[in-house]
């Protein structure tokens, strides 16, 4: 299974992203899925998840700024990130699970697979 991140970049606050994972080899239509971002010295922190069935999650920080969505015939996973703040600036992952639906979505242990992350400085 391969995770690739894309998309990342430096832009100006208040500016907008859209990252994009492309997958091999995962059952990608059977599988929860994530974004997750990590600022240096911070620890890795959930974002943004969405299910098998579409239904969506993101946390406080980042609602009605940051849409998570899937295109289940490109087996792609995109994080189109609108209204960006310094604070936003960390590196970002994408992440899937093996399984459908995950209690804890925002919890970075209950993901199996991880891509190796895309950078996103907002300044």
């Known amino acids: 299974v391969q995770l690739v991140e894309s998309g990342g970049g430096t832009v100006q606050a208040r500016g907008s992203l859209r990252l994009v994972c492309r997958t091999s080899?995962?059952?990608?239509?059977?599988?929860?899925m994530g974004w997750f971002r990590q600022a240096p010295g911070e620890e890795r922190e959930g974002i943004a998840a969405?299910?098998?069935?579409?239904?969506?999650q993101c946390v406080d920080s980042v609602k009605d700024r940051f849409t998570i969505s899937r295109d289940n015939a490109k087996k792609t996973l995109y994080l189109k990130m609108t209204s960006l703040k310094p604070e936003d600036t960390a590196k970002y992952y994408c992440a899937a699970a093996n399984h459908p639906y995950i209690l804890t979505p925002m919890d970075p242990s209950a993901y199996y697979y991880w891509g190796q992350g895309t950078q996103v400085t907002v300044s």
């Open positions: 969405i299910d098998s069935t579409g239904y969506t």
């Open positions: 080899g995962y059952s990608y239509r059977s599988g929860c």
